[in-house]
């Protein structure tokens, strides 16, 4: 499940829903389950796996595993941030669960950038790039695998988006779009 090479369908998410079932005795076991837990679309369990883990009372809290893991989780998980650091680009993906209208991470340093990016539920999401060079952001959004066609539309203007199936089952829809030094930049998925 950690590296997304399971089986496609039935064993995947039979894994899936196992892990959700079954509590593992060890902290820093449970202190993982939120990052697999987004990466597979399933927020609602995911985030709250990752506020039990962030929680005060947690019996873990503070065992530097479980920091790692929930600063992970937070940061690739839920807010969907992948950067790749030779091709100057930076991935965002909002993955916060139903009833979180937004969130927002600043002065994140990222690639050879101070970055803020803010998710406003799973369709919207705006970069600034708060210090240093170029880089291009791919702006992507989970999408639902049914027929409905999806464009993104960046600063007022749609552009032609790509999408892709990943390992990990879900579907994404993408656009590349360059951010200058102080430079906002807001994406936002629109059905068709």
Not at 50 to 69: Q, S, T, W, Y
Not at 109 to 119: C, D, F, K, V, Y
Request: aromatic share 8%; proline share 7%; net charge positive.
């Amino acid at each position: 499940m950690w590296f997304g090479i399971t089986e496609e369908r039935l064993k995947t998410e039979a894994a899936l829903d196992l892990l959700e079932k079954n509590r593992p005795h060890l902290p820093q076991v449970l202190s993982y389950f939120p990052d697999i837990l987004f990466h597979y679309g399933r927020n609602e369990s995911a985030y709250r796996f990752l506020l039990e883990i962030l929680d005060p009372e947690f019996a873990g809290r503070g065992m530097p595993e479980v920091v790692f893991a929930a600063v992970g989780a937070a940061a690739t998980g839920l807010m969907g941030i992948s950067p790749d650091a030779p091709r100057k680009k930076l991935e965002t993906r909002s993955r916060l669960p139903k009833g979180v209208e937004w969130v927002k991470l600043s002065r994140l340093p990222i690639l050879q950038n101070e970055a803020s990016i803010h998710h406003r539920g799973t369709v919207e999401t705006t970069i600034t790039n708060q210090a240093g060079p170029i880089f291009e952001w791919l702006a992507s959004f989970s999408v639902p695998t049914s027929g409905l066609k999806q464009r993104i539309v960046v600063d007022g203007r749609p552009l032609e988006a790509t999408a892709e199936r990943e390992t990990n089952q879900q579907t994404k829809v993408s656009v590349r779009v360059p951010v200058g030094p102080g430079q906002t930049r807001t994406a936002k998925l629109e059905s068709n």
